[in-house]
């Protein structure tokens, strides 16, 4: 159980494109998703959390209107990488939770390699 | 303030080798959890334990064991009879409850274990 698939695993495209990646719950409700960046060989960092029809709490430094997140349904949140630059290229990692009422683990997607030219 | 810290960067051991990988954290809240994930050189992270600040006891599951000491603040993971599948990155996390379940990750130690 508590599987969460996210796609695409890779993506490599032109500067100036958005980008979108999909983080979905397969087989639980996720009340809350959770957005990371990783660099190599680094730890992850915690871009913004997600809650189910309500905007997104973003970190300090990272930019709204370049990662754009909608989380429309209890199963699916999506973060739009606009006009991407080659600076945005990172391992980008959703993870999501089942409920509010415990302190259940964030389960994790398998993370979108993203490469911008 | 919350921190986690995992001072191996990096570990190397020889397979059936036991390892042990450290995580100390810092926290001022009296109600916490403490995760460790596995990152695999694939990407994902795989949960692997979920402790909680009132929940002292050791566990030990097949391989794997974790020692929760909060009167060192410390929730180390042991490998016993490491196998080379057992190389990845092991990261331990804090999370501080009620809250935002938000994660506070170490750095990571990679493990890499060698045939």
């Known amino acids: 159980g508590a599987v969460v698939s996210q796609h695409p695993s890779r993506v490599i495209c032109k500067s100036g494109t958005s980008v979108k990646i999909e983080c979905r719950s397969l087989?639980?409700?996720?009340?809350?998703m959770f957005w990371y960046r990783q660099f190599p060989k680094q730890s992850l960092m915690l871009m913004a959390t997600s809650n189910e029809g309500s905007k997104a709490t973003y970190e300090q430094g990272v930019e709204k209107d370049k990662f754009l997140i909608n989380h429309a349904s209890l199963t699916l949140s999506t973060l739009t990488v606009t006009s991407a630059h080659p600076e945005d290229s990172s391992f980008y990692i959703c993870?999501?939770?089942?409920?509010?009422?415990?302190?259940?683990?964030?389960?994790f997607g398998d993370g979108t390699r993203l490469s911008i030219l | 303030a919350q921190k986690v810290t995992q001072a191996q960067t990096e570990i190397s051991v020889v397979e059936k080798e036991d390892v042990t990988l450290d995580c100390v954290y810092e926290t001022r809240d009296t109600t916490y959890y403490l995760f460790w994930y596995k990152q695999p050189p694939s990407g994902e992270l795989v949960f692997l334990i979920r402790?909680?600040?009132?929940?002292?006891q050791n566990e030990i599951s097949g391989r794997y064991s974790w020692n929760f000491q909060k009167s060192t603040s410390s929730f180390n993971f042991t490998i016993t009879a490491s196998q080379v599948v057992d190389s990845a990155v092991y990261f331990c996390?804090?999370?501080?409850?009620?809250?935002?379940?938000?994660?506070?990750f170490g750095t990571g130690t990679r493990l890499k274990v060698l045939a």
């Open positions: 993870s999501a939770r089942a409920s509010r009422a415990e302190h259940q683990p964030q389960h």
């Open positions: 402790r909680n600040s009132f929940d002292e």
């Open positions: 087989d639980f409700q996720a009340t809350t």
């Open positions: 996390a804090l999370s501080e409850a009620p809250g935002t379940y938000k994660y506070i």
